[in-house]
């Protein structure tokens, strides 16, 4: 059987608080007990020790006699005397447990035996017979025990106004149980509606309906799951529609090397027996088959890199001697394309992963050279910036226009396709470096290159200050 969570909150609360009143009512009613129990026994102790100085006074200024003789002489009057003054119902027993007096000889007399029996030692004794308390004290002489006092007081009134009291807490507990519970109804049931809603948004978000706005607009902590989910959604559809958009492009760019090798495919089909167009259709199937190869594996890469967190092995390293090592690997096809190549470095330390810096600044450089110009140059440098370092990789090429630089992280954008084209670009090279710039805690930006020509990328990172000689072995 299914209950809903309204229904569990309302009785857990209704409960909690019946709880709570049966436990005051039950400490206060023992309390009012205690007190009615102790105020009697104080006033029938006041009582006895009215009687006991009535007692021995008149046995002691009398005549001395034994006590059993006493209280058989003495006791009816004695008893109608104290009787009359405590306004209540008085037995004296002689010590052989004879009823020497009563203060109401006509009324019923109740069976206190085993009381006497204990008052006759010395011992003070009660009992409880329907609303009276029967009071057994024992009254002393000048040689000891003469006489044992009975007295008969009503709880009528007691008894009354205790019932009185638990009638009023009996009533009292069934009102907060029916009001709580009401309360607890509607607040709970309120609770419960904003719990569904928020489950209906994950429902839409699933079915793929997104949120405009958060369902709940609540300071509190259903409030704050509210703005959560809301922003979860968000998320989800920002990456849903970047995945989209990747899956588009990705298509784009598989098409266009697949068509060209299917042209060049048939063109050898048809023309099979002209060795120069099997020379320039067999050439151009490598050069695009070698491109679709290097789109799938950057694209893998940046899938890799953006969801799962790749092997990350920090150390310190000398940025001036690494750039120093790659502008030596990249010296060759500098050359070959007319570009020379410019450093000025500073020796500075960074920490970082060697291979994630090896691959940004491969590209970074390598791009340099593809879009520049027939006999420009590239200027690797770097510089101090209060507690960072700026790595610029400067080229007097064909430039980035201003109102393009946000977008060239972005997978497949190119600003120059054709350029792009003709290199061998995929579109994925620099959305590749920005997401291992980020790995290693840095930034990257794009500026206009020197006097104005061509571009210049300036990635920055912390500076690393070694603690010791040992930590620059690591390179």
Request: proline share 3%.
């Amino acid at each position: 059987m299914r209950v809903s969570l309204k229904w569990k909150f309302t009785l857990f609360l209704a409960g909690l608080l019946l709880f709570t009143v049966a436990v005051l009512s039950t400490l206060i009613l023992q309390g009012v007990a205690r007190y009615q129990r102790e105020q009697m026994e104080d006033s029938l102790a006041q009582m006895v020790k009215t009687a006991q100085t009535r007692i021995t006074g008149q046995y002691v200024t009398g005549t001395r006699i034994p006590p059993q003789t006493f209280m058989s002489v003495e006791g009816q009057k004695l008893a109608i005397e104290l009787g009359a003054t405590s306004g209540t119902r008085v037995l004296l027993y002689s010590m052989d447990g004879v009823v020497a007096g009563d203060s109401l000889p006509m009324a019923e007399k109740a069976d206190v035996a085993d009381a006497l029996a204990f008052a006759l030692q010395n011992k003070i004794a009660y009992l409880t017979e329907g609303d009276t308390l029967h009071y057994l004290a024992p009254l002393q002489g000048p040689d000891g025990q003469i006489a044992v006092i009975q007295f008969d007081s009503s709880l009528l009134a007691q008894n009354s106004f205790f019932q009185q009291l638990l009638r009023l807490f009996v009533y009292t507990g069934i009102g907060v149980l029916l009001i709580s519970f009401l309360f607890g109804f509607f607040y709970m049931n309120r609770q419960a509606i904003a719990i569904s809603r928020l489950k209906q948004e994950t429902e839409r978000i699933r079915m793929g309906q997104y949120l405009t706005s958060p369902g709940l607009l609540r300071k509190d902590e259903l409030g704050d799951l509210s703005t959560g989910i809301f922003e979860m959604n968000q998320a989800i559809k920002a990456n849903i529609q970047t995945q989209k958009q990747f899956f588009d492009n990705i298509s784009h760019e598989f098409k266009t090397p697949l068509t060209a090798i299917k042209a060049n495919a048939d063109l050898l089909h048809m023309y099979g027996d002209d060795p120069s167009l099997v020379r320039e259709s067999s050439s151009a199937i490598a050069s695009e088959s070698s491109r679709l190869h290097e789109l799938v594996e950057t694209a893998l890469q940046l899938s890799a890199l953006e969801k799962y967190s790749l092997e990350n092995r920090p150390e310190v390293i000398w940025i001036d001697q690494l750039l120093e090592e790659l502008s030596v690997r990249l010296k060759g096809k500098a050359e070959k394309a007319g570009i020379t190549l410019r450093k000025n470095l500073l020796p500075a330390t960074i920490w970082a992963d060697r291979d994630s810096l090896i691959h940004i600044f491969l590209n970074l450089m390598d791009n340099a050279i593809k879009y520049n110009k027939p006999h420009g140059e590239v200027i690797i440098s770097n510089r101090i910036v209060a507690a960072h370092l700026e790595i610029l990789i400067q080229d007097t090429g064909i430039g980035i226009p201003a109102d393009e630089r946000t977008r060239i992280f972005e997978p497949f954008y190119t600003v120059h396709p054709d350029r792009a084209r003709q290199t061998g670009g995929t579109g994925l090279g620099l959305a590749l470096v920005q997401q291992f710039v980020e790995k290693q805690q840095g930034t990257i930006r794009v500026e206009d290159g020197p006097n104005g020509q061509g571009s210049t990328f300036i990635v920055t990172f912390r500076v690393y200050t070694p603690k010791s000689s040992n930590d620059c072995l690591q390179v």
